[in-house]
């Protein structure tokens, strides 16, 4: 499902538990709302600040995918909850195309 948004890249629906390294010893999980060819938005349990840097670790389609993101917007919701908005700063071959792969085609689904 394709939203409205500013961004230059449409997004799409990705429901994914996302897992986010903050170093060694500091994770944070994620559930997926949609990705971009350059980023995605999440739902998370517990707050991040906005610039934080992070590894971030999910599946498309059964592959593994790790990128490294930076977190650009974060905004409590009414439920307690944060949704937080990550633009991709390091993509490696693999991953690029295991999401460039998913949103062809759900791109094309539609």
């Known amino acids: 499902m394709q939203h409205a948004n500013r961004r230059k890249e449409d997004r799409f629906s990705i429901s994914q538990l996302i897992e986010m390294g903050f170093g060694k010893e500091r994770w944070v999980h994620a559930r997926g709302i949609d990705i971009s060819r350059n980023g995605f938005r999440g739902l998370l349990s517990e707050e991040i600040d906005n ?3 992070m590894f971030v670790l999910f599946r498309i389609r059964e592959r593994s995918v790790k990128v ?7 905004a409590e919701t009414a439920e307690g909850t944060y949704e937080a908005g990550f633009h991709f700063t390091s993509v490696d071959p ?3 195309s295991a999401i460039d ?4 085609s759900v791109a094309h689904q539609q």
């Open 94 to 96: 693999a991953a690029r």
């Open 101 to 104: 792969e998913y949103i062809a």
């Open 51 to 53: 610039g934080s840097s």
């Open 68 to 74: 490294e993101a930076v977190a650009v917007h974060v």
